[in-house]
């Protein structure tokens, strides 16, 4: 359902046509949370089944940790590249064309004959596919909610994120151990083709879906087809709220990326748990980011549907947030109590997953809904690079300190002051709604999808 002149405004709350819509949205919601918890399955494999892999393709660990790498390949790059995409190809399109592209990469895995050259090739094609995920996704569900409607689904989303290891982590072990390592591909491949058909049958375009950009030699092109950036994307790249929304999203990904890699080994060399225990709290960690994203997500609903109610701003709210996680991160580091270490990952280092919420609603506050999709995929290649300079950084400086437990404490502390600074940033700079102001970017109207109060 695309609205032909962009930003529409659907009928008033409590009338059937609102309620058709509000079904509608977080219909789309939760096809979208299951298009990232797949996301994020086709992710874990290479780790759960590394044993396995490396033994019957006989790699070495550098062999191995090449095909690793090799994900990342074209992982940024695909999602600002495909970002631009998104003013000329409807988002429903782009989300089934990735998703019929990660089936494309991991069900050649099954065919026996597939060694290590199937295997990096086919990691470097599900990078290109799945960077372009979270910001597409996103810009596709701003479609169906207003401004102030847009932080609870936003975190929905994201909780496919940071819930997606808790939830195919111990689905695909059983896979592995019932059917071998091959199927553990094969089977988020085949996952991956049922959301495709849903996504088919089902997924439409938002009342505050952007119009598409016709080119100018296209035959009866109009003025609204034609339609040019409202704002130069030098003015938004380099507003202080996309600067910091982005900083702080990298800040994020770093210790996500980094507790996702690293944790386990942490938990078994320094804490002495062991690699089971280690796996449970990973997957504790995980449960507990998903909790908090929920849980602010639901704090801004209920704060936008009271109008009474004074909004913390954006940037305040988490800024102190960050600042907070920020202290728990070194103090993590620095406490010795197991106990403590992991009440710390389950509990306030979870509050650094926030800013992933608020940086990409702060965003496509400041954007016109046609420049929405780049906006967003700039952010993604931005944080994204977090996602390989983490565990490599992280790796790096546990082997170069003197001891395993003195690595991870600097790398700890530095996740530490990463978090602290994009914290305080948040708080001095991170002002959507100033920037919006300045950059003559109306508020995207309420669709009528909050219930009446």
Known sequence: ??????????????????????????????????????????????????????????????????????????????ALGVSFLTRRVRTTVLLLGMALLWSAAQLPMLLGAAGFGTLLATRVLLG???????????????????QRERTLPTAVLMVGAAGGVAVSAPLLTVVIDVWGWRWAFGSVGLVGLVWAMCW???GEEGPLAPPLVRRSSDAGTSGADAIAPSVPYRRLLLSGTWLTAAFGAFAAYWLLSAGLTWAPDYLHEVSGLSLKQSGAVVTATAVGNAVVLLAHGLLARRASSKETVPRLPAGLGGGLVMCVAA????????????????????????LTNVILTVSQTAVARITPAGQRGVALGAL????ALAGVLSPLVTGRMVDAAASVPAGYHSAYLLMAGLVAVAGVLAVCFLRPEKDALRLEVPEAPAVGLLPAH
């Open 200 to 202: 088919y049958a089902r």
């Open 380 to 383: 993604a290649f931005v944080y």
């Open 128 to 146: 290109a596919a799945e960077g372009p995920a979270a910001p597409v996704a996103v810009h596709h569900l701003h479609g169906w909610f207003g």
């Open 327 to 350: 202290v728990s991160i070194a103090a993590f580091a620095e406490v010795d109590v197991v106990g403590v270490k992991i009440a710390l990952m389950v509990g306030p280092m979870a």
């Open 1 to 78: 359902m695309s609205a032909g002149a962009g930003e529409a405004t659907a009928p008033a709350a409590g009338t059937e046509g609102a309620r058709r819509l509000r079904r509608s949205a977080w219909g789309t919601t939760w096809l979208l949370l299951t298009f990232m918890l797949v996301n994020f399955a086709d992710k874990t494999v290479m780790g759960l089944a590394a044993d396995p892999i490396r033994a019957e393709l006989g790699l070495t660990r550098g062999e191995f940790g090449t095909a690793q790498a090799a994900f990342f390949a074209l992982f940024s790059l695909a």
